[in-house]
């Protein structure tokens, strides 16, 4: 029974499985040797440097390199560090792993192909793989494949989620269109699971469980992988029966011949970058995330408008969704957010799903905004980016400069409050793009002289004593207004911690959204409510 489900798999599988260099169906035996040594060899580095464009031109690597260049520039900017077979080989097998990792010229030609182009990319790789890969392993565990073969995310797609062959294939693990389907990965107009890491990487994992199923040999399941069962069979066939990856090598398909070296090579790379004189790079990635839940219609924009997240990270963390729509009102779906935000989404989501809802779902008015704010790059057509604000450095009349050094546990925001400057602001005077900052770090802040050495203490506080001034400074500047209350309201005092929806709970019958009508408060107001502030709630 089990020959005949195997036999039935390996017919499905040679008609539709096709992954990252599927190669057409090949019948000519001459055709597979056509190919000499250097035309392949040129291939195979220009495939490497395609890959290397590819992943410098996302948005969270070039924030990356625009930050580690200036003081790695010099230590990376050396000749590359080669060695001899000897140390090739002993380094490979001293890996602990079931999958053989043969060294042969080939192999030697993958690894220091990878070391002459790896300026950035080894560096990068590195850096990315310190957040995809304790996911990939974690799956791949659950499945019983081997951990190694979480580097076939590096030889299909350099670890990017965006990555699209030119036969089609997409993701982190390259599916096609109809395997991505017969392993649950959907894709309509807005969504594409097969740039979803996380689901990708479950069907990886079946794909991967069901071809050792047929082959019981993971150098063949690779190759398989990579060029689909089909051809794997009929090179099989043409060697005469030989089962063995090495064996069939000649009959294989031109890219297929590379795909086995060039994992064996970055097995090795991955495990001995230092020696190369190698170093993560430290990718801007969130080290935590979560995930809530969508259950309406919501747009990048509007999370970004409320919450402050750049636009750019969403996309990140969520490569999935095509147009920047999570289409929640037709099923359930995730949005994952760093941390620190996740739990924002929770106590600001009506104020999300409201904000803005007529631009970004009114047809019309969405294609206008879409042209107005939404060029694309010219350099890769799936990429967006929502035009930003011009940066304003100017420096305003009667204020002084000061020094601050940032502390453990600093974000913009917290600074700019304790200075009462804005995020955009105190990152024009530093020329910084990104939200990450480093311990110890020296920002430049411009104050009111005449209010000057009160700032000036700030440095110097602890974390607690820069919250505390902080809010007794508003309170006093929102009792001192002298606001004129209507007394047929109720009144509320903005005190720490606060947001509307906590406030409406305190209550009956009265909601967050009560509170902006009866106030007047758009959005943008929300965000800027403060401690100290007094609110109308109801009518007396």
Not at 74 to 94: N, Q, R
């Amino acid at each position: 029974m089990k020959k005949i489900f195997l036999a039935a798999l390996t017919v499905c599988f040679i008609s539709t499985s096709k992954t990252y260099a599927q190669e057409p169906d090949l019948t000519n035996d001459d055709s597979l040797t056509a190919v000499d040594p250097i035309t392949e060899a040129v291939i195979e580095e220009t495939q490497v440097n395609d890959e290397i464009d590819s992943l410098l031109s996302l948005w969270y690597i070039k924030n990356t390199l625009n930050s580690e260049l200036s003081t790695r520039e010099a230590a990376m900017d050396k000749t590359p560090i080669y060695f001899g077979d000897s140390v090739y080989e002993s380094v490979l097998k001293s890996i602990p792993t079931t999958f053989p990792l043969v060294y042969n010229q080939k192999v030697k030609d993958w690894i220091e192909m990878y070391i002459r182009r790896g300026k950035y990319l080894i560096p990068t790789l590195l850096g990315l793989s310190q957040y995809y890969f304790p996911k990939i392993e974690e799956v791949l565990d659950q499945y019983g494949i081997p951990l190694e073969l979480k580097y076939l995310t590096i030889v299909e797609s350099a670890l990017n989620p965006l990555a699209v062959s030119r036969t089609g294939a997409t993701g982190l693990w390259q599916f096609m269109y109809g395997t991505g389907r017969m392993y649950g990965l959907e894709v309509t107009t807005l969504v594409d699971d097969r740039r979803d890491p996380d689901k990708e990487t479950i069907a990886a994992a079946k794909f991967l469980k069901d071809l050792y199923s047929i082959y019981g040999d993971w150098a063949l399941v690779i190759a398989a992988y990579n060029c689909g069962p089909g051809n794997v069979n009929r090179a099989i066939k043409r060697s005469g029966g030989k089962n063995t990856f090495w064996e069939i090598y000649p009959y294989l398909p031109m890219e297929t011949r590379g795909y086995v070296p060039a994992f064996i090579s970055v097995n090795y790379l991955m495990n001995n970058y230092k020696a190369h004189g190698y170093a993560p790079f430290n990718v801007d990635m969130p080290t935590y995330s979560d995930t809530v839940m969508i259950n309406d219609k919501l747009h990048f924009a509007q999370v970004s408008g409320v919450l402050g997240i750049p636009i750019e990270k969403l996309r990140t963390l969520n490569p999935q969704y095509k147009k920047d729509i999570i289409p929640g009102n037709i099923s359930k779906m995730t949005l994952r957010l760093p941390t620190e935000y996740a739990t924002k989404f929770a106590e600001q989501e009506k104020e999300i799903y409201a904000y803005q809802d007529s631009i970004f779902f009114s047809p019309q008015k969405n294609l206008e905004y879409v042209k107005a704010n939404t060029p694309i790059n010219p350099k890769n057509g799936n990429s967006r980016s929502y035009s930003a604000e011009p940066c304003d450095n100017s420096i305003p009349a009667g204020t002084s400069k000061l020094i601050y050094t940032v502390k453990q546990g600093d974000t913009f925001g917290f600074i700019a409050n304790w200075y009462d400057v804005k995020v955009a602001k105190l990152k024009c005077w530093n020329n910084i793009e990104r939200d990450r900052l480093n311990v110890g770090q020296k920002l430049t802040v411009y104050v009111p002289t005449k209010r000057l050495n009160t700032y000036k203490n700030i440095d110097n506080m602890t974390f607690a004593q820069k919250q505390a001034q902080q809010s007794n400074q508003i309170v006093t500047k929102s009792n001192s207004e002298g606001k004129k209350l209507d007394a047929g309201y109720e009144y509320y005092t903005i005190r720490k911690g606060d947001n509307l929806s906590t406030i409406a709970s305190h209550y009956p019958g009265i909601s967050d959204q009560d509170i902006m009508r009866i106030n007047g408060f758009t959005a943008a107001d929300v965000r800027k409510l403060q401690i100290g502030q007094i609110i109308k709630i109801r009518k007396k």
